[in-house]
């Protein structure tokens, strides 16, 4: 993270007032406004380098077009991807229109700077039979039938309900029974309507039934060997030997499991505003990643059987 020494006492007040708004306007997580702080602080430090005196909030509107491509290119030239990068700016320019909007400063550089391109990574969902396929290996990777039904639990409801591994992890012994829908609060702390499948709450049920843990209200409905909460690393581990028994790509993560409900759900006829809503997208744009890996495993399977691809 960037040093602080070089902002003035201004700026490093706007800094916190801007992250408090992150955090209690906005509903960012806390590990994206540490993400932006970092970023912002980054650049900050640049200017204060680039400009030769200690940086206070008036400084954002002296910046022209050139100390932007100065920034963008030293921070590239330091090995910065331009995905990276992409995100930096993003984060300096929300950080540059707060604080103009509050201040008056004119900060149309940094608000016009083009971001760099770069190509976004698609989901690597797993095949239909793969997903069932990793369900079941999952189960045979411990011998203690309460943690492989433990196990089978989550991987179901990151596959079944479409959720990501923190939030199935941190669901709370408050949140059983499911019934049909879950209340599920993700990134941002925005929350959202889960359709459960009988599927999903049969696995857990099972879990329930033998867990040898006090699965009181406020306390994490999965748990660790020894009753705590269960560490999401170890549901990653079993899907890596799971993966590996079934000769699947290292792809084949907690993560690909959500990649696979949103792919099956569209392949069967979804339509993405509502699985949009079932995973929680802030932007359609990030949903939208679905209909690419659709298409570009259409392409595939023209280009492998067209006689003349």
């Known amino acids: 993270m960037a040093e602080l020494t070089c902002l003035s006492d201004g700026m490093r007040d706007a ?38 005196d200690s940086l206070g909030p008036a400084a954002l509107g002296r910046v022209k077009v050139a100390d932007m ?48 391109k770069f190509r976004r990574k698609l989901p690597r969902p797993l095949a239909e039979d793969a997903a069932r396929a990793m ?19 989550v991987v179901t409801l990151l596959y079944g309900c479409g959720l990501r591994i923190s939030e199935a992890i ?21 929350e959202r309507i889960v359709p459960v499948l009988a599927a999903a709450s049969d696995a857990v049920a ?53 990649h696979s409900f949103a792919t099956h759900l569209l392949n069967a006829g979804g339509d993405l505003r509502s699985i949009q ?3 929680g997208h802030a932007s359609l744009s990030t949903t939208q990643a679905y209909t690419a890996v659709d298409t570009a495993r259409l392409m595939e399977v023209y280009r492998s059987a067209h006689p003349k691809a």
């Open 277 to 279: 809503e079932l995973l």
């Open 69 to 116: 491509r100065a920034w963008m290119a030293q921070e590239r030239a330091a090995g910065l991807s331009a995905r990276s990068l992409a995100r930096a700016l993003s984060a300096v320019k929300t950080f540059a229109g707060w604080l103009a909007e509050r201040e008056g400063y004119d900060v149309t550089a940094i608000l016009a700077t083009r971001s760099p």
């Open 170 to 190: 941190g669901l709370r012994g408050a949140d059983w029974p499911f019934g049909e829908a879950l209340r599920i609060r993700g990134k941002g702390n925005k």
């Open 206 to 258: 099972e879990y329930v039934a033998l867990c040898p843990h006090d699965l009181a209200p406020e306390e994490a409905l999965f748990r660790g060997k020894k009753g705590g909460a269960l560490n999401p690393r170890l549901i990653a581990k079993v899907m890596e030997r799971s993966r590996l028994q079934l000769g699947l790509p290292a792809s084949a993560t907690p993560h690909a499991m959500r």
């Open 135 to 153: 369900l079941d290996t999952v189960e045979i990777q411990s011998g203690e039938p309460w943690v492989a039904a433990r196990d089978v639990a």
């Open 15 to 52: 800094l916190a007032r801007w992250q408090d708004t992150l955090r209690a306007v906005d509903g960012r997580a806390e590990n994206t406004i540490t993400a932006y702080r970092s970023d912002v602080q980054g650049f900050l430090s640049f200017l204060a380098v680039h400009f030769g």
